[in-house]
């Protein structure tokens, strides 16, 4: 699902995508990567139910909407953004940025109070 909805973001942005299929492709990505739900997640049941039927209802029906040569071409788009390989050192080198900033701040904190 990951994958169609990042496909159905770039075949928004591609020309050849005809204006209407754009509009509806661009609220299907919009609603499922929007925190915000028709139903509130917290209501028990209902809440996950159009997590599992509205959005990959919408998915399926914007795909279809694409023109095939578009959809190809955007596939393939999204599928080697999906294998780009990932960066450990500089995960552990945000990581350790984010620690030394926040022991500045207690760091400082701790100043004040004294």
Do not use: N, Q
């Not at 770039?10 to 915000?36: E, Q």
């Not at 997640?41 to 209902?46: A, E, K, L, R, S």
Request: proline share 8%.
């Amino acid at each position: 699902m990951k994958r169609d909805t990042h496909t159905l973001y770039l075949a928004c942005r591609d020309p050849r995508t005809p204006w209407h299929v754009k509009v509806f492709a661009g609220g299907v990505v919009a609603y499922a990567i929007s925190p915000i739900d028709f139903i509130p997640d917290f209501i028990p049941v209902i809440g996950y139910l159009d997590d599992l039927i509205v959005v990959p209802l919408g998915i399926a029906l914007a795909v279809k909407m694409i023109p095939e040569p578009v959809l190809v071409d955007c596939r393939a788009m999204a599928l080697a953004a999906a294998e780009k390989p990932t960066s450990r050192t500089a995960a552990v080198v945000i990581i350790a940025i984010w620690i030394a900033l926040a022991g500045l701040v207690v760091w400082f904190v701790a100043r004040a109070i004294s």
